[in-house]
């Protein structure tokens, strides 16, 4: 059932654009910004693709975006849907199995995330290594359709390893050719702001924010930050065969780690504050991607 939905609406999102996708982008809260960067645009509200759901979160458009980046034909998410909106997990991956059945190779997940890892700080972005799924759902269960995928798919390397050195190798690079600008106006010594780090995303139900004991535990147990997506779309991706990279925006210090309290505009304005350096990172790696 879900397999003839997924060609559905692949096929409406093929009618509307030929192209061949060669990456997919979900933007999390506050990083929408992204899907200016598309040129020659084609834009789809979620409520006029079949099977899509609409998003109900503020700094979600509910969009697809469908356009150029560096030459390269991608399919931007702007707006995803989480399962703390209500929807069934189905429908949260439902975007993801249309790209896979549309023959999208490549996808890339980025979020808002709250920092377990007190060598993170807020506004700096996190490269997912791997990923903890505690969000008590998991996409795949029911009977399997083996034209998405196996049964029981391997999960050893969610987030592809050549990947990830592609993104490191761009961060490096932006942060040292901005600290090598910044020398040249200024004609002093600057130092290197790696804005980059690597770590283990956890993924929560949420719609709360964790208590101060839940952070405690989620740092013993191996989590670096938490947030309330992405993981139930890169199981769903891997199943379905594709490539994916994720990306964390810090946007805060998880509960307890500092004497702050959490609000959602606080997420927001940090994705804001980082979008020129989040548009820069991923355009350079979609430029670069197989
Ligand atoms: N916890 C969970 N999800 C989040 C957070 C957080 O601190 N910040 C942004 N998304």
Known sequence: MNYEKAVEAAEF????????IKVAVVLGSGLGAFADEAKNAVVIPYEEI?????STVEGHAGR??????????????????????????????FPVRAFGVLGVKNLILTNAAGSVNTDFAQGSLM??????NLTGVNPL???NDERFGARFPDMTEVYALDYQEIVISEAKKMAQEK??????????????????????????????YE????VRMLRQLGADALGMSTVAEAI?????????????????????????VIHHEEVMETGAKVAETFKELLRRVIAKLD
């Open 13 to 20: 999102i093929r009618s509307k654009y030929s192209q061949e």
């Open 127 to 132: 490269l997912i290594r791997d990923h903890i």
């Open 236 to 260: 769903t991706a891997r199943h379905v065969g594709m490539k994916v990279i994720g990306i964390s925006c810090i946007t805060n210090m998880a509960a307890g780690i500092s004497d702050d």
């Open 141 to 143: 269960r029911g009977i």
């Open 50 to 54: 079949p099977h899509f759901s609409s």
């Open 64 to 93: 697809l975006v469908l356009g150029e980046v560096e030459g390269i034909s991608v399919a931007v998410q702007q707006g995803r849907f989480h399962y703390y909106e209500g929807y069934e997990i189905a429908q949260v991956v």
């Open 211 to 214: 208590t101060p004991a839940e």
């Open 179 to 208: 600290a090598a600008r910044k020398e040249a106006e200024s004609g002093q010594k600057q130092s290197i702001n790696y804005f980059l780090r690597r770590g283990v995303y956890c993924g929560l139900i949420g719609p709360n």
